[in-house]
Each structure stands twice: as C-alpha cells, then as structure tokens.
C-alpha cells in the first residue's frame, strides 16, 4: 500500500510540474524564497554602515556553524535551479505555441519590465556568479581577505568595473523583483480586483527597498562615506 501511495503522489507531483500552472507556481514560490534571501542578505550588509568590527563579526557568524550554512546555500542553490528551470520551460512553451514572431511588437497592457524578464533572469544569474567570485571566494576581487569582510567590500567597490556591474545588475533586479512580486501572487491566484493595487504597491515598495538598500552601499564606498579610512 506504502510503495502505490508513493507512485500516485509521484504521479500528481509530476502532473502539476507538467503544466504550465504548476511552472508558474514554483516560480512563484521559488522567487518567494529567494525575495526572502535577498532581503536578509540586504539586512546583513547594511551593517556595513555600523562599522568593520560589526560588519565582519556578522561575516564571522555566518561561518560558525558550517552545517547550518551549506544547508542554507543547498536549499538557495535548488530554489534557483527550480525557479530557472520553470521559467526555461515556460519560455520554450510560449515559444512552441508561436513559431513565428510577430512582425511588429506593439505591447499594450504589457509593461516594460514584464517584456524583459526573460531578458533580466540570465543577467542576474551571471552577476550571481561574479558576486561570488567577487566578495565570497575571491577570484576577482583584488585584494581579498576571507577574515575582513569590511576592507573586501570597500577595496571591492572601489574598482571601477565592479562598481558599474552593481549598478547594471541592481537596474536588473529592480525590473525583475517589480513584476515578478506581482506576477507570483497572481500566478497562485491572489489576483482579485480589491488586491491587486495594494500588490503592485507592495511590488514598488520591495523593489525600492530592496534596490535602494543594495545600491547604496556601492555608492557610499565610490563617495568616500564609508570605509574612507582603508588602503
């Protein structure tokens, strides 16, 4: 009885992954989850503005306890890999039901940022990558030291190049994060008409807290308000 149980609710599961509503919903949750992450993260950074021993006492936190944060970036790096794997499909989906292009695009309802997302998604997976390599492990930082978190972010923003990469991938994230938000309720059916403006509020007011936030840590290291003191 155990092993037909099993089979059956592998066979919904696979189902509901089969349909494009059961797409839109992992991404939906998945983009929950990572809007989540991204908040914390934020929150954590900011401490920057509390000052080095601070920020890189909150850096020696998070490596304290090994399992509790390889746990935590296995289950990021599976809702990633959940949330682009369902949107590939959907794009592929959408692109089978219409072989041929329109051969003038005239969106109506359609904002910009909902055009783009298919456009934004890759953008921000490869900032992901570089992000990591930049302030996480340390490949393309130019003077990285695993134990100062401090002197890493603000010898690291300096650069030019970095600094200008921040700036492009938050622009990305804003774009994404204000229809995304909006789109995840609507994609688990929270799309009544009394709602929806207080959710597009709610999509406006994370994306500005959220890319303000992020951005002005950069900025802040670029204007010498923050780690001026750092050679």
């Known amino acids: ?19 494009s509503i059961g797409k839109k919903t992992v991404m939906a949750v998945t983009g929950g989850i990572l809007v989540g992450f991204t908040l914390v993260h934020m929150a954590g950074n900011l401490q920057i503005y509390l000052g080095a021993d601070v920020l890189n006492h909150y850096g020696q936190l998070l490596k304290s306890n090994v399992a509790v944060l390889w746990g935590a970036r296995l289950f990021l790096l599976a809702s990633v890999c959940l949330h682009l ?59 990285f030291d695993e134990g100062d978190v401090y002197r890493n972010v603000v010898l690291g923003f300096r650069q030019p190049v ?17 229809h995304g938000v909006w789109s995840a309720f ?11 403006p207080k959710i597009r509020n709610l999509a406006t007011g994370l994306t500005a807290l959220i890319v303000g936030g992020n951005l002005s840590i950069p900025v802040a290291v670029m204007l010498r308000l923050i780690g001026n003191d750092v050679q």
């Open 85 to 143: 794997t369902a949107a590939f499909q959907l794009w592929s989906l959408k692109a089978k039901a219409r072989p041929v292009a329109y051969q003038k695009l005239a969106p109506t309802k359609s904002s910009y940022a909902s055009r783009t997302m298919y456009v934004s998604g890759p953008i921000l997976l490869f900032f992901i990558i570089y992000h990591l390599s930049h302030l996480t492990t340390g490949q393309t930082h130019p003077q």
């Open 162 to 178: 970095a600094f200008a990469a921040y700036l492009i991938a938050m622009g990305c994230l804003g774009f994404h994060l204000i």
């Open 1 to 19: 009885m155990a092993a037909v149980a099993t089979n059956s609710t592998l066979h919904r599961t696979l189902e509901f992954w089969q349909a």
């Open 186 to 196: 609507q994609s688990l059916g929270i799309n009544h008409p009394k709602y929806t």
